[in-house]
């Protein structure tokens, strides 16, 4: 284990200390925990938590992030949507990781402040060929969604992607959407998205939304890759300091990233559908944590849902 976030700035002042950055240099894979906590939440301080996350995110290239989301018919319930939005949900939405305005030049005064957006053709190229590879291995669709009516950025994004497709995805069902119609659509017909590339900070805010359409934020993994096989993978949670040490926090995301771990970075295909199962078997057959659960559901800690996973990958690995 390498300290990152709050701990590191406690440590030696620094959110990736070298030997941090050392370490993931010469790895096949990160795992990541959560970086930041009520400690260190002073958006004006000069050092913080998340940017230790940023600069690792650069550090290994790993420019695409994927984020899956598939309702377990199970969690439903859990869910604040109605049942019939749910049905059939299986989507990923690809995020762009490493350009945009959490990487821009920033500046601040007393009275002003300014984040800068920036994206350039190849950035957008590659991502949205990560995603349209994707969905020709799903369902053969692709949304993009940007704010083209407003921002010059998006502009280019739409460019871009349409020029991009035509010419190498030809076969792939392209659909463009700007982002407040794609986030009211996210609730309204769910289930007709199958793959959804965006920028980074839209990707950001419809994936926290899109959790809720598989019953909680603690559902869901997050896998960012690059042109290697090294990958950094994570929850899409954070280190939610309102539950910390009280044993009731779900592990389903963070052990559905351990399985696309073994998928994209070793290769283990088999092993990483296994996890999956586990996960869904143990969800199934009534485990749940206190995020989703619903009234009359027996209720687990952190540590014994967990333990019901284990035992069904044992059971049936």
């Known amino acids: 284990m390498c300290p990152i976030g709050g701990a590191a700035i406690d440590a030696v002042g620094d959110p990736l200390p070298a030997e941090t950055t050392a370490s993931c240099e010469h790895c096949d894979a990160v795992f990541l925990g959560a970086v930041g906590g009520p400690k260190w939440s002073d958006p004006t301080a000069a050092v913080r938590p998340e940017q230790g ?11 695409a992030n994927l984020r899956p989301v598939k309702v377990i018919n199970e969690l439903i ?16 939405v690809v995020r762009e990781l490493t350009g945009g305005i959490y ?4 500046t601040h005064d007393e009275t002003s402040a300014s984040d800068l957006c920036t994206y350039h053709s190849h950035e957008i190229e590659r991502i949205v060929r990560v995603a349209a590879r994707l969905a020709a291995k799903r369902r053969g669709k692709l ?3 940007d704010k083209a ?13 349409d020029r991009i497709m035509s010419s190498e995805f030809p076969s792939i069902e392209l659909e463009t959407q700007l982002v407040d119609a794609a986030a009211m659509h996210l609730l309204s017909r769910p289930a007709e998205f199958d793959v959804i ?9 419809l994936t926290d939304e899109a959790s809720m359409l598989a019953g909680s934020l603690g559902m869901l993994p997050s896998a960012s890759l690059g042109e290697s096989s090294r990958g950094l ?18 592990p389903c995301g963070a052990i ?30 009534g485990n749940r944590t206190a995020d989703i659960a619903a009234q009359g559901d027996r209720v687990l800690s952190t540590d014994a849902m967990t333990d019901c996973i284990i035992g069904e990958l044992v059971q049936d690995p």
């Open 53 to 63: 996350l940023l600069r690792l995110r650069a550090l290994l290239g790993v420019y």
């Open 77 to 92: 319930p859990a869910s604040p949507l109605k049942a019939a939005k749910l049905a059939g949900v299986d989507l990923v």
């Open 103 to 106: 990487f821009g030049e920033k």
């Open 143 to 145: 949304c993009s969604v």
């Open 149 to 161: 009516n407003v921002l010059e950025t998006s502009r280019l994004w739409r460019r871009v992607t």
């Open 197 to 205: 590339v965006t920028e980074n900070m839209f990707g950001d805010i």
């Open 233 to 250: 993978y994570e929850p899409i949670h954070g280190s939610a300091p309102d539950i910390a040490g009280k044993g009731i926090a779900n």
């Open 256 to 285: 559905a990233s351990a399985a696309m771990l073994l998928r994209h970075s070793l290769g283990l295909h088999d092993d990483a559908n296994a996890v999956d199962n586990a996960i869904t078997r143990a969800i199934v057959a």
